[in-house]
């Protein structure tokens, strides 16, 4: 038994090796364990303190050099793991939820996913941990609090949550862009597009 947190323990992660066991908890703190002896766990540092409330989701990269922590002051921070003992929090919190974040999920690409309690999901590039840029944010779910993304063959993210349903959403760019396109009509003609646009290089969405 792993103990240590002095309050609720939330949401809990493995590292992709299999080594290093994260965990946010109602003490506003996440906790990181070497766990490569399961039957001899080993806390790694100090307890991480970013926040002044409940830290309710963790996760880590694909390449585990990265974690991401987030909970009821609706951001994210990123934590360089080059050194498991000493997490270093990135400058650069990623901002944009208005209410709690209660899951998260990396994505194909170093895409990060966080569902917010007011149903909207936030996509940001973490492709470099330093400088992380948002993507989009999806809506249509008002009850979207837990989501996890398939693997990179053809990259699904599902959200769920208080409600009866579960939903699927595309983010193959170029995929959705097909569908769009499929369904979008006409295609607009270089003498349309001359019209509106000018002196604009021809090159149509479509």
Not at 77 to 82: F, K
Not at 141 to 159: C, F, H, K, N
Not at 196 to 206: A, I, N, T, W
């Amino acid at each position: 038994m792993l103990s240590g947190a002095a309050n609720y323990a939330f949401q809990a992660a493995f590292s992709p090796d299999g080594r290093t066991l994260a965990y946010g908890t109602a003490g506003n703190t996440v906790l990181l364990w070497d766990v490569s002896d399961a039957r001899h766990p080993v806390m790694l540092g100090r307890p991480l303190t970013a926040y002044e409330n409940y830290v309710f989701a963790v996760v880590f990269s694909a390449d585990g050099r990265t974690l991401a922590t987030a909970g009821a002051d609706s951001t994210v921070v990123l934590w360089d793991l080059h050194d498991r003992t000493h997490p270093r929090a990135l400058a650069r919190r990623l901002r944009g939820p208005t209410n709690y974040i209660y899951s998260l999920a990396y994505g194909p690409g170093d895409v990060l996913a966080a569902a917010a309690g007011d149903g909207t999901i936030w996509l940001w590039d973490t492709s470099t941990p330093s400088r992380p840029s948002m993507l989009a944010t999806l809506g249509g779910s008002e009850e979207a609090l837990y989501i996890d993304v398939a693997g990179t063959r053809r990259p699904l993210l599902v959200t769920a949550g208080a409600g009866r349903e579960a939903r699927l959403w595309n983010l193959d760019p170029a995929e959705v862009a097909g569908r769009i396109c499929a369904t979008a009509g006409t295609p607009v003609t270089e003498a349309e597009w001359r019209r509106h646009l000018g002196s604009e290089p021809f090159d149509p969405p479509c």
